[in-house]
C-alpha cells in the first residue's frame, strides 16, 4: 500500500517543502539578517564560542550536544556540537521564509562547520520558556497559548513532500534526528524509504537483538499487533515539551503570546501521531515532580486524533518508552 499522501491534515492548506530549494553550504552566513544590520559585526568564531562555552558549562561543554551558549549582548544564541545537523538550521530556514506567520521560530542568522561540529547561529529570542511560566499563568490564559500551539502545528503539519514515496527523516532528506535512535547509538538513522521500514525499524530498537534471523517486530511482538502503517507521514517538531516554548513578555492588558517555537533538532517527516506520542512521553515521571498531568490534559486539544486508533498511539508510546 502506497504512503498517504504527507500533510493530509484536514482543514489546512498544503505547503510543497520542495528539496533543491532548501541551502545546504557547508558554511552558511545571512548577511541581509537582523543580526548584521543591528550589529555590523561578525558571528563569533567556533573557537570563541567554545571557550565561552568551558567558562559557563564546565564539564558539561565537551559533550555531543552542549547546551546552547548565549551571547545576550548580541541578541544571540549559537547551538553546536558534534550531533547538531544543518538539518535543523534548514528548517528554521524554511520556516522564516515560508512559515512566518504562521509558526514564530528564532531568526535564523547563519551556520558553520569547524572539527566535526555544526555551530547554529539564530536570534536569542527575549521571554520565558511554557514551561516557567506555566505555574503563573490562569486557566484562561493557559487555553490562550494552547490555542495558539494548536494553530501552529496544524500549520506545520499541513506541509508536504514533492512526490511519493513520502520518506521518513529530516526535512532536507537526512536521516532522523530523534533523540531515542541517538541514545541508542544511532544519531541519523534513516531516511526511511516508507513507514514500514520505519517501523520496523523502530521496533528492533525497543525489542534488542534477536535470535532468530526471521523475527519480524511488526508480527511477533505482541505490542506492536494491530499497529498498522496506513497513516500519512506529516511534518513534526518531535519536542514539544514546555521548555520549546518560548511566551513573550507581557505587556499591560495584553493576552500571552507563543514568542517561538525552539530545539527543532528532533523535527522531521513522522508518521502521524509521532507528535502526539512524544509530547505525551514528555509528561512522564522521568525526572522528579512525577507526571505532569496538568500539561496533559491540555496537550490532547493540540491534536487532531480523529481517524486514529487510540490503542496504536497507545502501543507507539509504549514502544518509546521502552527505549527511553
Request: charged residues 25%; proline residues 7%; glycine residues 8%.
Amino acid at each position: 500500500m502506497a504512503d498517504l499522501a504527507a500533510g493530509a491534515t484536514t482543514g489546512v492548506v498544503s505547503r510543497t517543502v520542495c528539496v533543491a530549494e532548501l541551502p545546504n553550504a557547508e558554511n552558511m552566513t545571512f548577511r541581509d539578517s537582523s543580526f548584521f544590520k543591528k550589529h555590523g559585526a561578525e558571528l563569533p568564531s567556533p573557537k570563541e564560542i567554545r571557550e565561552k562555552d568551558i567558562r559557563i558549562n564546565d564539564f558539561r561543554a565537551r559533550s555531543p550536544r552542549p547546551p546552547p551558549i548565549p551571547f545576550e549582548e548580541l541578541g544571540l544564541v549559537v547551538k553546536y556540537g558534534s550531533e547538531i545537523t544543518i538539518a535543523e538550521a534548514q528548517c528554521l530556514w524554511y520556516f522564516a521564509r515560508y512559515m512566518k506567520d504562521a509558526v514564530p521560530t528564532p531568526e535564523l542568522f547563519g551556520w558553520c562547520q569547524d572539527d566535526g561540529e555544526t555551530f547554529i547561529y539564530m536570534e536569542l529570542v527575549d521571554g520565558d520558556t511554557l514551561e516557567d511560566a506555566w505555574p503563573s499563568l490562569t486557566q484562561d490564559e493557559q487555553d490562550i497559548i494552547c490555542e495558539q500551539l494548536r494553530t501552529c502545528v496544524e500549520a506545520w503539519r499541513g506541509l508536504r513532500q514533492e512526490a511519493e514515496p513520502y520518506y521518513v527523516g529530516h526535512i532536507g532528506g537526512q536521516g532522523v534526528g530523534d533523540i531515542i535512535f541517538r541514545d541508542e547509538g544511532d544519531a541519523h538513522a534513516g531516511p526511511f524509504e516508507n513507514i514500514t521500514q520505519f517501523h520496523d525499524f523502530f521496533a528492533r530498537y525497543a525489542s534488542g537483538p534477536q535470535p532468530d534471523p526471521d523475527f519480524n517486530p511488526q508480527r511477533d511482538l505482541d505490542e506492536l499487533a494491530g499497529l498498522t502503517d496506513d497513516r500519512p507521514i506529516v511534518f513534526t517538531h518531535g519536542d514539544l515539551d514546555k521548555s520549546n516554548i518560548i511566551i513573550a513578555p507581557r505587556e499591560e492588558g495584553c493576552p500571552p503570546r507563543v514568542a517561538a517555537i525552539i530545539d527543532w533538532h528532533q523535527s522531521g517527516w513522522y508518521p502521524d501521531g509521532w507528535e502526539w506520542v512524544k509530547a505525551q512521553a514528555m509528561c512522564e515521571p522521568f525526572w522528579e515532580g512525577g507526571r505532569d498531568t496538568a500539561w496533559l490534559s491540555k496537550l490532547t486539544g493540540l491534536f487532531d486524533t480523529s481517524g486514529r486508533s487510540f490503542n496504536e498511539d497507545v502501543q507507539i508510546l509504549r514502544m518509546t518508552q521502552s527505549i527511553c
